[in-house]
């Protein structure tokens, strides 16, 4: 007869190797599918330290890795991305490296998206900030200045960089505009069509360019609380390149890879 100690002993055993049944069970069930890949409630689990048992944090958590199975999945259907179990699929998934791979997709596919390159200058006159001179002499000062400018890069004794440079060396600039260093000038990368500035003015301006090429200075107009729209900045632009994309957009790219994966899930 088995004493009091060894049975003990014995229903010890069999409560942990029932937890820890328990536990693997667990882990190992499926708790969403997107297409072809399972990610399991271990997954879950592995990311983060926050309870899942919370539905919003586990929503929160599907929502990204639908995601990144759409990306990984989309991606390799495109030659972009090579599945293997360490990223795809996989109970014992390096999530990092996951996360990694489906973010260089996505920027695969923004810098596919990419139909115009270059850059451009301007100097605000009528800005949010306070200045400390009148509206025309702000507006005299900064059409002085980019209208110098303007022709240094046209006559090819400037660059677009040492133009914003000689923006930002100029401390005379801060009585028309607070952020003048951060406005002198901007290089941009932009989909089809897609609003180069704020202004549309500059931006229908700058697609009819041609690589290369140079834009007039314009002057654009900005929203007042008192006076409406209003002339507030000068730029001038160039284009750099022109490109012949592959997708239209990552969102429309994602939006129809995400129509052709069936999403279910388990929990």
Avoid: C
């Avoid at 029932?18 to 879950?44: M, P, Q, R, T, W």
């Avoid at 890795?65 to 991606?75: D, H, P």
């Avoid at 400390?132 to 004794?157: C, M, P, S, T, W």
């Amino acid at each position: 007869m088995l004493s009091k100690k060894m049975i003990a002993i014995i229903i010890g055993a069999l409560l942990a190797f029932s937890s820890v049944f328990f536990f693997i069970k667990h882990n190992n069930e499926v708790a969403l599918k997107v297409g072809e890949e399972k990610i399991f409630s271990k997954d879950y689990k592995n990311f983060s330290q926050l309870t899942i048992n919370d539905q919003s944090v586990k929503d929160q958590l599907s929502r990204k890795f639908i995601r990144e199975s759409i990306l990984l999945q989309a991606g390799a259907k495109e030659g972009l991305v090579e599945l293997d179990e360490s990223i795809f699929n996989s109970k014992n998934m390096d999530l990092k490296k996951r996360a990694s791979a489906a973010s260089q997709i996505k920027n695969r596919i923004e810098n596919d998206s990419i139909a115009i390159e270059g850059e451009y200058i301007a100097i605000w006159f009528d800005n949010v900030e306070v200045r400390e001179l009148d509206y025309y002499e702000a507006k005299n000062l900064a059409f002085r200045k980019i209208n110098y400018l303007y022709h240094q890069v046209k006559n090819g004794k400037m660059t677009m960089v040492e133009a914003g440079e000689h923006i930002r060396n100029d401390v005379r600039l801060a009585s028309i505009d607070k952020a003048y260093k951060k406005n002198a000038y901007i290089e941009f990368k932009k989909m089809n069509k897609e609003r180069i500035s704020f202004s549309p003015e500059f931006s229908d301006a700058m697609w009819q360019l041609n690589e290369g090429e140079l834009s007039e200075v314009i002057v654009a107009k900005d929203m007042t609380s008192d006076r409406g729209f209003t002339e507030a900045i000068y730029l001038f632009g160039k284009v750099n390149k022109i490109n012949e994309p592959k997708y239209i957009s990552f969102a429309s790219w994602y939006q129809q890879a995400h129509k052709e994966h069936k999403i279910e899930k388990f929990y």
